[in-house]
């Protein structure tokens, strides 16, 4: 027999993500909806012996056709055929919760059974709810929920396991608007009754998804019907709207209010709410001036933190891979299987598993602070800033981490809510200098100025300012809607340790498999070309070759055959372009490097080198991070625009070098 | 008397009469409690910054563009 289907549906900062792990734990599954970059999790929970399947669905606060994460939640819970959909609502909100409920009623779905959340916190904010009236008041059953201390997940495995059974009977109660509204509805009730989209949807759903002028089911309506109906339809519902004066969702969803404000009197009672440390809270972090320090502290402790435990692990995994391939080595016997396996395969391998202490513990560090509330104030503070440059405030977020690492900060524009917002911001997130090439922009800085650190500043400056204009000028071609911004301000809430490693570890993971695979060719495909037909330092290795081929390109900015090849490898991780170098210059490292490329370049070329590398292409592991996130296209489209950018300012700021005489 | 939401100052209240602006708009407005009807009180609004407001015993912050977009009824 299949398993039965549950389908966990709510508000975001609900804790929804909390009860889906503390029902599922280990045994969960993060992949995407097919079609769109929303996340999709599912997991397994087994009851009396019988296994049920909880899918996840993302967290809207309604089921319009205007968000692709309310479609998609919407799309599962009419055509999924879920048994029993769970409805998590925030005890402290319950006025605003109960419009998503009234939603999922309306679309005619009966085995729905309530999870009321965050109850302690309600009693503390002086709200009383009985959840035995409320659930008389609704319908259907409410279980009470305080699902961060684990407190009633084996009831609500109980009921869950009694409606799938059909031991509960429901009766989910629908809201009733004003006698002209209804009129409206019936009316077009009746213009739809008998034909076959009734027979698929609920009526009185159709109806009123039509009259607040729902572009889905307007296409469903064209789709069985035809256009002379929806027409006939669609004016009726002008020509009522005209009566009203104003848009008739508008009209529906204050009544819908109305409706539910009269239903919670029959359950919850409102006592003295104090003032919160909430409340205290936001007045220093969404403050103009005061938030801004404060968000400089957290993120400037998100990088300590990251880069304090990260980089030694990181070394160590580096170093226990080249160990591997050492001790490996003398084991191949064949000259090329060794190259392959030792030098491809394990340090390809070796180099992706190396980011995955970094990558993890910016995903904890950033699930923290999402699940801590502390995000939303972050996209409050930059919203105004970032908007100019068609970004929202969220975007901060991957930007500040892209200092670290691009990957896991591609990977983090998931967060922003609008499709063409991600777009944008992961479009841009190459260009902003990581740890890897803060360590090329260091050497080259140290090399020809002295290690003047106002140099290093300016080509960060330059960076982010590329970021920015790239932002400006990509969102004016990316189509979609600005986001209009309003955003919940959550209460904060100290996550669960249990959750955040669950959470981590999965998009870690993910990223192993996604980055893994590029990296891996991309490894193998080095070794080849620095090694055949002759190993690199002889000037006839294939890499050697390729670099006396873009060296005429190069020579527009200055630069010679030698940043080619180095240029070249330094897509595959930016840290080579160094290394390479030293290759080059027959093994020299540190100091004598820098000697000798110093009296090779001039301070300028060092400079347009130093830019270059910084902008030039987003290396292959962020290639594979964008591609992951978005598709091949958008990937390529990166790299081009990268490429471009960077041959464009090398070449004007040699030029210009130069003219001015430097 | 009919205000935007934009023009009350930390402490007032008011109750939410009209959202002028597309279908997009106000879906998202109203879904997140910010209906006709709806009881309002604003707790910050910062000169060059967004409007947070309390609503239905949620804390939202709005762009100062959409809180001139929300008309309400002072109380």
Not at chain 1, 77 to 103: I, K, Q, S
Not at chain 1, 104 to 122: P, Q, R
Request: glycine letters at 10%; charged letters at 20%.
């Amino acid at each position: 027999m299949a398993m039965r289907v549950v389908a966990l549906a709510g508000n975001p900062n609900v804790g929804k993500t909390t009860i889906f792990n503390a029902l599922t734990g280990m045994r969960q599954h993060v992949g995407n909806w097919p079609g769109v970059t929303v996340e999709k999790k599912e997991g397994v929970f087994e009851h009396k012996g019988e296994r049920f399947l909880v899918v996840d669905l993302p967290g809207t606060y309604s089921l319009t056709a205007h968000s692709v994460d309310e479609l998609v939640a919407r799309n599962f819970l009419l055509n999924g055929n879920p048994d029993v959909v769970v409805d998590v609502v925030d005890a402290t909100a319950v006025l605003r919760n109960l419009y998503l409920t009234m939603e999922i009623f309306e679309m005619g779905l009966k085995n729905v059974i309530i999870a009321l959340n965050k109850v302690d916190l309600a009693e503390k904010k002086g709200i009383k709810i009985d959840p035995v009236k409320m659930s008389k008041a609704l319908g259907v059953p409410v279980v009470p929920l305080n699902a961060k201390e684990g407190a009633g997940i084996e009831e609500l495995k109980e009921k869950i396991w009694e409606m799938a059974h059909g031991m509960i009977k429901t009766n989910p109660v629908l809201p009733r608007y004003d006698p002209e509204v209804e009129r409206e509805i019936e009316h077009i009730s009746k213009c739809l009754a008998g034909t076959e989209l009734a027979d698929r949807y609920p009526l009185r759903w159709l109806a009123i998804k039509l009259l607040q002028r729902d572009d889905e089911v307007m296409k469903l309506v064209l789709r069985y019907l035809g256009e002379e109906k929806l027409k006939e339809i669609m004016t009726h519902i002008g020509e009522a709207e005209e009566r009203y004066g104003r848009a008739m969702d508008l009209i529906i969803a204050g009544q819908k209010y109305e409706f539910i404000d009269g239903l919670t009197h029959e359950f919850m009672g409102y006592g003295k709410a104090k003032e919160t440390l909430t409340d205290q809270l936001d007045r220093i972090l969404v403050h103009p001036v005061y938030g801004f320090i404060a968000m400089a502290f957290v993120f400037y402790l998100v990088f300590k933190f990251v880069f304090a435990f990260g980089m030694p692990l990181q070394g160590i995994l580096d170093d226990a891979f080249g160990r591997f391939g050492e001790w490996v080595a003398p084991h191949i016997a064949n000259e090329t299987l060794r190259g392959l396996l030792v030098d491809g395969v394990i340090g390809g391998v070796g180099s992706v598993l190396s980011f995955f202490p970094l990558v993890f513990l910016l995903f904890l560090a950033l699930s923290f602070l999402e699940d801590l509330g502390y995000m939303a104030r972050v996209a409050v503070l930059m919203e105004g800033i970032l908007r100019k440059f068609g970004l929202p405030g969220k975007a901060i977020i991957p930007l500040i981490l892209g200092l670290g690492c691009n990957v896991p900060a591609v990977m983090a524009t998931r967060t922003l809510d609008e499709e063409k917002d991600r777009l944008v911001a992961m479009f841009v997130n190459p260009f902003i200098p990581c740890s890897a090439r803060l360590s090329v922009i260091s050497f080259l800085v140290g090399a020809f100025f002295g290690g003047d650190a106002l140099v290093a500043l300016a080509i960060y400056l330059l960076a982010f300012a590329v970021a920015l204009l790239s932002a400006k000028l990509v969102s004016r071609f990316v189509s979609g809607e600005e986001s209009p911004f309003v955003i919940e301000l959550p209460e904060f809430l100290l996550p669960s340790w249990k959750s955040l490693l669950l959470h981590s570890w999965e998009r870690s993971k993910e990223f192993v498999q996604k980055a893994g695979t590029v990296i891996l060719v991309g490894s193998i495909i080095i070794w080849y070309l620095s090694n055949y037909p002759v190993p690199m330092g002889t000037g006839k290795s294939y890499a050697e070759r390729l670099g006396h081929l873009v060296a005429p390109y190069l020579n527009l900015m200055g630069l010679d055959w030698k940043a080619g090849v180095s240029l070249i490898f330094g897509i595959i991780a930016k840290e080579n372009v160094i290394s390479t170098y030293s290759i080059l210059y027959g093994g020299l490292t540190g100091d004598a490097l820098k000697k000798a490329m110093m009296s090779a370049m001039s301070p300028l070329q060092g400079f347009v080198l130093a830019v270059v590398t910084t902008l030039y292409v987003p290396c292959i592991a962020t290639i594979g991070a964008v591609r992951a996130e978005s598709n091949w296209k958008w990937a390529l489209a990166v790299t081009v625009y990268m490429i471009t950018v960077a041959s464009l300012l090398g070449i004007l700021i040699w030029h210009v070098g130069t003219a001015m005489g430097l | 008397m009919i205000v935007p939401l934009l023009s009350l100052v930390p402490g007032e209240r008011g109750v939410v009469v009209d959202l002028r602006g597309g279908p997009n708009f106000r879906s998202r407005l109203y879904a997140m409690g910010l209906a006709p009807g709806a009881v309002v009180r604003v707790l910050e609004n910062y000169p060059r910054g967004p409007v947070i407001i309390e609503v239905g015993g949620t804390r939202l912050a709005l762009g100062k563009g959409m809180a001139s977009r929300v008309f309400v009824r002072k109380l």
